[in-house]
T-cell receptor, first 113, second 111 residues
Framework: AQTVTQSQPEMSVQEAETVTLSCTYD???????LFWYKQPPSRQMILVIR??????QNATENRFSVNFQKAAKSFSLKISDSQLGDTAMYFC??????????FGDGTTLTVKP | NAGVTQTPKFQVLKTGQSMTLQCAQD?????MSWYRQDPGMGLRLIHY???????DQGEVPNGYNVSRSTTEDFPLRLLSAAPSQTSVYFC??????????FGPGTRLTVL
């Protein structure tokens, strides 16, 4: 069974500052991917960043980066230079090659001007 | 390239009615999934498929049926709608479990 836990239901950050969203997971699979998705008020699910579990190097995507600690089963998201458009709900997720996916309950991020 | 499409966008049902939510993708993805999202919560997996003719249950399968006769289509059937099935439903597809591409969602209300 897979579980994904996001312990911060809500967070806020000032524009241009840095914020880190936490995620822990558990899985018995050897082959899996980890993701952060963003869901703005439009409800469309948008990929923020992905990490292949067999790669030790942390993924980065412009202002977004992750801290992937495989042994600790931790996968946090760092957003640098926060922008008003980053205001959204953020979901951490685990996908396996077997087809099953598990999502956390989300963190609502508000970027304040 | 339309990506993942879902119809309808909105639906209101009465308790006991049945209906089918449609999902189609044009990216030739083998993997497809159905999720429901209740207010303030994350996505919960209902059913998933790793190819035509192959389906399996997710976390919350009761009250729903799926079939996968083609790679492109993955319809979700509500057998006898209940108020507890009021939710937003998302369909997604992916290549071998990698990044999921989501449809725009269907908002379902069961009275």
């Amino acid at each position: 069974a897979q579980t994904v836990t996001q312990s911060q239901p809500e967070m806020s950050v000032q524009e241009a500052e840095t914020v880190t969203l936490s995620c822990t997971y558990d899985t018995s699979e050897n082959n899996y991917y980890l993701f952060w998705y963003k869901q703005p008020p439009s409800r469309q699910m948008i990929l923020v960043i992905r990490q292949e579990a067999y790669k030790q190097q942390n993924a980065t995507e412009n202002r977004f980066s992750v801290n992937f600690q495989k042994a600790a089963k931790s996968f946090s998201l760092k957003i640098s230079d926060s922008q008003l458009g980053d205001t959204a709900m953020y979901f951490c997720a685990s996908h396996t090659n077997a087809g099953k996916s598990t999502f956390g309950d989300g963190t609502t991020l508000t970027v304040k001007p | 390239n339309a990506g993942v499409t879902q119809t309808p966008k909105f639906q209101v049902l009465k308790t006991g009615q049945s209906m089918t939510l449609q999902c189609a993708q044009d990216m030739n993805h083998e993997y497809m999934s159905w999720y429901r999202q209740d207010p303030g919560m994350g996505l919960r997996l209902i059913h998933y498929s790793v190819g035509a003719g192959i389906t399996d249950q997710g976390e919350v399968p009761n009250g729903y049926n799926v079939s996968r006769s083609t790679t492109e289509d993955f319809p979700l059937r509500l057998l006898s709608a209940a108020p507890s099935q009021t939710s937003v439903y998302f369909c997604a597809s992916s290549y071998m479990g990698d990044t999921q591409y989501f449809g725009p969602g269907t908002r379902l209300t069961v009275l």
